[in-house]
Nanobody, 114 residues
């Protein structure tokens, strides 16, 4: 069974930075198109960043210029560097391959104070 473990979240002040990690087992991240998603309280889960197996990246308009998705193939780990955090970035962040239909991971909580 695929396991995806998100970590790196925390409580930060607006303007701060965080680096989220997604450690994977039983799946090779480098041969999958992957995404970082987030879900704020009372909101639907949304895709904020994506990276293809070829390394092409894309971002939601709300995070362009502040979020950077990357992948370390040797460690089979994906990252999300988040800079210039805003209170509206507060959410639980999840990683997931686009083609995966199994259960979501536990996510990592990001809370941004103003």
């Amino acid at each position: 069974q695929v396991q995806l473990v998100e970590s790196g979240g925390g409580l930060v002040q607006a303007g701060g930075s965080l680096r989220l990690s997604c450690a994977a087992s039983r799946i090779i991240l480098s041969i999958n198109d992957m995404g970082w998603y987030r879900q704020a309280p009372g909101e639907q889960r949304e895709l904020v960043a994506a990276i293809t197996k070829g390394g092409t990246t894309d971002y939601a308009d709300s995070v362009k210029g502040r979020f950077t998705i990357s992948r370390d193939n040797a460690k089979n780990t994906m990252y999300l560097q988040i800079n210039s955090l805003k209170p509206e970035d507060t959410a639980v962040y999840y990683c997931r391959p686009f083609t995966y239909t199994g259960a979501w991971g536990q996510g990592t909580q990001v809370t941004v104070s103003s």
